[in-house]
Structure formats: C-alpha cells, structure tokens
C-alpha cells in the first residue's frame, strides 16, 4: 500500500515551452504532497508543499510564478514548470502523506525533466 | 537555521563488517529524524524513525539530543545493503516537511 506515482518519468522540451508533471496517491488520501528537486548526485531539495484545496506553501527561494502547483484533489497534486529553461533541467520528486500525527511521506519515483 | 549534516558521501565496507552513517541535524525545536534509502533505480523509501525506536533490516539508529545526531548502524553488512541512504529532519514548526541530508552512498564489497 501507500504507492504514489508520477507521470511522466521523463520529458524532454524546448526552451520557453511549459511542461506538466503529476504526482498521483493511487491507494490512499493524501493530505499533503510535497515537491522536491534533485540535481544529479545532491540532495533533495524541497520545493513547496501542497494541501488540497488551497495554496501551495514554497520555499524560500522557489519561484512561484515559475513553478505552478495545483492540488486539486487528495490523491492529484500537478506541478507546472512554466516557461522551461535548460537551467530547470532537474530531477523532480513527489511525496505524499496522509493522517494527522503520523509523518512519514511516501515518495514518487521522480520525473527527469531536460529543458534544450 | 534547519540543517541536516551527513559528512559522509561515500562509505566503503566489506561484507561483514560495522557500519556507522553519520547524521548531525540543526534546529532549536523538538526534531524528528528519519533515515531514508534509496537502493538502485528504486524510489526512496523510509528505513526508520526515530520515534518508532526499532530495528529495520538490522539497522538501528538513536537520537542523542546531547550531540544532535542521529547516526545509523548496523552490526553486519550485507552486499543488499548498498544504496543511498539519506538522513532527514522533520517536525519543524508544526508543519509536515522534511530537510533532508545530502546523502551517503554505502558501498559493501564481496
């Protein structure tokens, strides 16, 4: 149980283009996605962290104009990655948790996302 | 300011032997730490937390307040132990997020 998947799992685009990407619970009610990036062999950064039905909260940092998050349901959380440039190539990471006390977060399998 | 330290980006053993992955963490508040692994062209998974006080896999880890670590051990290495693990931070001001450590790379040789 507790599976969150993402699509695509990789995309490449043109420079100024706009790409989407998913983040799905598929057997579970997530109360909180977060969105993560990770550039090649660094951490996970955190990017925002979304709850259904209201605004994303971001990072100090992480441009909201730039990075689009929607969370329109408790199993469908949808980052946009607006006007791409190569410098937002990245490996992006959906989590998921669901409960009130209980903290741990269930990771996607990441989107590879290369911007020409 | 909310930190997580893994001095550590590469850790080499041999079958059999110890294995001690360092996790120092920063913050003022009541933490909660949580060691993640991520094995080969796998998602990350949760190994342990520390709240749980348990053995996963034969891995244990204690926070220790006193020095602000979280370091995770295991007694005996075994070669399916090689993977990425990584040490994260949570319990921050009440919300749910995560810093994570940038990560060791254990490595158990034959």
């Known amino acids: 149980g507790a599976v969150v998947s993402q699509h695509p799992s990789w995309v490449i685009c043109k420079s100024g283009t706009s790409v989407k990407i998913e983040c799905r619970s598929l057997d579970f009610q997530a109360t909180t996605m977060f969105w993560y990036r990770q550039f090649p062999k660094q951490s996970l950064m955190l990017m925002a962290t979304s709850n259904e039905g209201s605004k994303a909260t971001y990072e100090q940092g992480v441009e909201k104009d730039k990075f689009l998050i929607n969370h329109a349901s408790l199993t469908l959380s949808t980052l946009t990655v607006t006007s791409a440039h190569p410098e937002d190539s990245s490996f992006y990471i959906c989590s998921a948790r669901f409960g009130v006390s209980y903290n741990e977060q269930f990771f996607g399998p990441g989107t590879r996302l290369t911007v020409l | ?110």
């Open chain 2, 1 to 110: 300011a909310q930190r997580v330290t893994q001095p550590e980006k590469l850790l080499s053993v041999f079958k059999g032997a110890p294995v001690e992955l360092k996790c120092n963490y920063s913050y003022s508040g009541s933490p909660e730490l949580f060691w993640y692994v991520q094995y080969s062209r796998q998602r990350l998974q949760l190994l342990l937390r520390h709240i749980s006080r348990e053995s996963i896999k034969g891995f244990t880890a204690d926070l220790n307040k006193g020095e602000t670590s979280f370091h995770l051990k295991k007694p005996f290495a075994q070669e399916e132990d090689s993977a990425m693990y990584y040490c994260a931070l949570g319990g921050l001001d009440s919300s749910y997020k995560l810093i994570f450590g940038s990560g060791t790379r254990l490595l158990v040789r034959p």
